[in-house]
């Protein structure tokens, strides 16, 4: 199964600083970019998304870049707050694919703490 | 209303029992799918299910076998329970299959074998 590569595993972030976490790809039919945010004893749910025909896309204060070159993309956390605190996960998939390869494939997440 | 729910929330076991997990969603989503997530947060897909068909099945053990009585519900019966099977399970139903639907997650069951 393709990876996807995430880091850093864990980030600690001054309340009202920017949180960034990195995630690179191999495969590169993906065209589905989402990520998702796990608060403790939650599930994920979908925080943004972004397919490569953009290279940016901002939702308050949460944005992905996407650099398609690079087979990488970002999330930036714009004025980090303790609420922000959660485990983020990247993912990808190849869309229009029914099947396994329709698959979310997941990073392993990153473990965001935002300090007060 | 909850959107996606698993019961039980907790489940202990010893090695070599069968165990249940139920989840039902009230989104009126076509498909739906059970994930592992082990000690590390890491996530991978068992069994994705759409119209009642199977049409993911991922390398996990046969002792793991996904049932769907209709469209809402996807239940996951485990046979034989094993120590590495400790884990959270969660549910999560989507409007159609592919990856670019928005995945919605039950709240997950912790499922410890001892």
Same mark, same amino acid.
């Given at each position: /199964? &393709?990876?996807?590569?995430?880091? @850093?595993?864990? +980030? *600690?972030?001054?309340?009202?600083?920017? !949180?960034?976490?990195?995630?690179?790809?191999?495969?590169?039919?993906?065209?589905?970019?989402?990520?998702? /945010? &796990?608060?403790?004893?939650?599930? @994920?749910?979908? +925080? *943004?998304?972004?397919?490569?025909?953009? !290279?940016?896309?901002?939702?308050?204060?949460?944005?992905?870049?996407?650099?398609?070159?690079?087979?990488?993309?970002?999330?930036?956390?714009?004025?980090?707050?303790?609420?922000?605190?959660?485990?983020?996960?990247?993912?990808?998939?190849?869309?229009?694919?029914?099947?396994?390869?329709?698959?979310?494939?997941?990073?392993?997440?990153?473990?965001?703490?935002?300090?007060? | 209303?909850?959107?996606?729910?698993?019961?039980?929330?907790?489940?202990?076991?010893?090695?070599?029992?069968?165990?249940?997990?139920?989840?039902?969603?009230?989104?009126?989503?076509?498909?739906?799918?059970?994930?592992?997530?082990?000690?590390?947060?890491?996530?991978?897909?068992?069994?994705?299910?759409?119209?009642?068909?199977?049409?993911?099945?991922?390398?996990?053990?046969?002792?793991?076998?996904?049932?769907?009585?209709?469209?809402?519900?996807?239940?996951?019966?485990?046979?034989?329970?094993?120590?590495?099977?400790?884990?959270?399970?969660?549910?999560?139903?989507?409007?159609?299959?592919?990856?670019?639907?928005?995945?919605?997650?039950?709240?997950?069951?912790?499922?410890?074998?001892?």
């Amino acid at each position: /199964q &393709q990876q996807v590569k995430q880091s @850093p595993q864990s +980030l *600690i972030v001054q309340k009202g600083g920017i !949180s960034i976490i990195n995630c690179a790809y191999e495969n590169t039919a993906f065209d589905y970019f989402p990520w998702y /945010q &796990q608060f403790p004893g939650k599930g @994920p749910a979908l +925080l *943004i998304a972004i397919r490569p025909d953009v !290279s940016e896309k901002k939702e308050g204060r949460f944005t992905i870049s996407f650099n398609k070159s690079a087979k990488q993309f970002s999330l930036h956390i714009m004025d980090s707050q303790p609420g922000d605190s959660a485990t983020y996960f990247c993912a990808a998939s190849v869309t229009n694919y029914g099947g396994s390869q329709g698959n979310l494939i997941f990073g392993k997440g990153t473990k965001l703490s935002v300090k007060p | 209303d909850t959107a996606v729910s698993q019961t039980p929330k907790y489940l202990v076991t010893q090695m070599g029992n069968d165990k249940s997990i139920k989840c039902e969603q009230n989104l009126g989503h076509d498909t739906m799918y059970w994930y592992k997530q082990d000690s590390k947060k890491f996530l991978k897909i068992m069994f994705s299910y759409n119209n009642k068909e199977l049409i993911i099945n991922e390398t996990v053990p046969n002792r793991f076998s996904p049932k769907s009585p209709d469209k809402a519900h996807l239940n996951l019966h485990i046979n034989s329970l094993e120590l590495g099977d400790s884990a959270v399970y969660f549910c999560a139903s989507s409007p159609g299959t592919g990856g670019s639907y928005e995945q919605y997650f039950g709240p997950g069951t912790r499922l410890t074998v001892t």
